[in-house]
């Protein structure tokens, strides 16, 4: 009875000629034990909880491409784009005075040749002596490695001027050693001279048929293209093993690609070609002089970096710390200068501003000496211009661009998820609707089947009376007989009633 009472709730009554009839249901609780039980619920329950699984993971992902589009979305402020350009201007002013033009009358220029003389010299011995070369001397390695690592077009006639600038196979970049493969192939090799003409000459049959210049198959082919053009090139970086040390070398890589850019249909008739050959023959920048050009310029775009990250450190943690109230409390990642796109956006703008400094400031300074604008000003803006911070201005670009790239990628991916949040919580509703449906599909059939029962009892109880009613009737024909065989018994059975 305990038990019935924790599970009935409901009741259901009617009255008929004065007669009333109450029944009790079943509470819904008992029925969700499992007391009554239907397929369709079961499976309803499965695919609610198969959604709701879906939805937990789909929210777990959206979780972590939040986080990642936090770091890849740019939240600089004012106050953040005043600090980069502040910096910019500044690196600016000191890469104009104290860097200024590549010149051998500059002493900070000087002793950053000396320098990059010294540490190529180095690399020369180092690789003689790796090779095989047993002396002490520098022009000895230098002839040592010129003997052994052969160029075929190191003698061509086509070489009018200085063939370690003009001939392509020359220059330590990726279009030097795709010369220097193609000459092994087509037997050719490739020039651009001063003057914007371009030349493609066969090589001469000495060469070919020496059998130490081009290769006789296509392993040597490549062997020559690859190996033995890197090693000439090292024996050619401090000149020649009559000037060891001090006369001509091979072209650094900015020089060589500006050269190379030179060749193309709409720079060849520009001042361009003379521009780069003068910087290369009368101011000597070859490759010792783009080092130390590297070394003076890296300064100023070192301190820029520094300045920025350094002071966007000091900003946020003061933004941090304002918002926290604690020193624990301060979320680092949005703290540390590196890795979120605020601090590559500040980067950007701070290199790109040092850039226009230092582009204005060798427009301005080249057009005075060369009074106007004519070849000489071309070869002092070449000289003038800071190459370290245009390469880093592009990588701070390209990574800005790249995390932008990123970026968008990640909301697509986020806004599919989105999508199909929405189709999940919309076919959990419709699960849920079916199973109220068939709730109160089954309530309106059990309260049809109640009210059938009740009227059937009610039914039974008035065909009951009447049984009674007739019993009492035949009861009464036969008192007489009872007061005359039985005397007292009816009333005995009256009082027993009673």
């Given amino acids: 009875m305990n038990r019935l009472k924790d599970v ?46 879906l939805i937990r993971n789909n929210d777990n992902e959206v979780a972590k491409l939040n986080s990642e589009i936090e770091k890849l979305t740019n ?19 000191i890469d104009s005075v104290f860097v200024g033009e590549f010149s051998t009358n500059n002493g900070n220029w000087k002793k950053a040749r000396a320098f990059s003389n010294k540490s190529v010299n180095k690399i020369v011995m180092s690789a003689a002596k ?17 003997d052994h690592y052969k160029l075929a077009s190191d003698n061509v006639s086509a070489n009018k001027y200085s063939h370690h600038l003009d001939d392509f196979a020359h220059h330590p970049t990726p279009i030097g050693l795709l010369c220097s493969i193609l000459m092994q192939f087509t037997e050719t090799s490739f020039f651009a001279f001063q003057d914007g003409t371009v030349c493609m000459e066969a090589l001469p049959c000495a060469i070919t048929k020496d059998g130490t210049l081009i290769g006789k198959d296509f392993i040597t082919k490549i062997i020559f293209g690859t190996f033995n053009w890197a090693m000439h090139l090292i024996s050619d970086m401090s000149g020649s093993n009559k000037t060891a040390g001090h006369g001509m ?135 003038q211009v800071n190459f370290v911070g245009i390469g880093r201005l592009a990588i701070a670009c390209y990574t800005d661009a790249t995390m932008g790239l990123k970026k968008y990628k990640l909301e697509k991916i986020q806004s599919g998820i989105y999508t199909q949040q929405i189709v999940l919580k919309t076919a959990k509703l419709y699960y849920l609707q079916a199973n109220n449906w068939i709730a109160i599909e089954e309530t309106g059939k059990t309260i049809s089947e109640v009210y059938k029962i009740m009227y059937g009892t009610i039914a039974l109880y008035n065909q009951s009376l009447i049984d009674i009613q007739n ?6 024909g036969i008192a007489k007989g009872i007061d005359e065989h039985n005397p007292g018994l009816r009333k005995e059975v009256i009082e027993l009633l009673n």
């Fill in 8 to 53: 009935t709730d409901t009741c259901f009554k009617i009255d008929e000629n004065d007669l009333k009839v109450e029944f009790q249901t079943l509470s819904p609780n008992f029925i969700k034990r499992g007391t009554f039980s239907d397929d369709r619920i079961h499976e309803i329950k499965k695919q609610v909880l198969d959604i709701e699984e």
């Fill in 75 to 93: 939240h600089a402020d004012g106050i953040d784009y005043m600090i980069a350009v502040t910096s910019g201007i500044l690196a600016g002013v």
């Fill in 130 to 146: 790796k090779a095989g070369y047993k002396g002490k001397r520098l022009d000895g390695a230098i002839k040592f490695l010129e």
């Fill in 249 to 383: 070398g091979i072209p650094g890589p900015f020089l060589s690609m500006l050269k190379e850019m030179s060749a193309l249909p709409i720079f060849r008739d520009s001042a361009l070609p003379k521009a780069i050959n003068d910087a290369f023959v009368k101011a000597h920048f070859d490759l010792r002089g783009e080092i130390a050009a590297t070394m003076m310029q890296s300064v100023p775009v070192l301190i820029n970096e520094a300045m920025v990250r350094g002071l966007y450190l000091v900003y946020h943690l003061y933004l941090e710390f304002k918002e926290k109230k604690e020193l624990a409390n301060v979320e680092w990642s949005k703290v540390l200068p590196w890795g979120n796109r605020t601090i590559v956006r500040m980067l950007t703008i701070a290199t790109a501003t040092f850039t226009v400094i230092d582009l204005a400031d060798a427009g301005i300074r080249s057009f005075i000496k060369a009074k106007g604008i004519n070849p000489a000003f071309f070869t002092h803006f070449i000289l």
């Fill in 471 to 476: 019993q009492l009737n035949c009861m009464a």
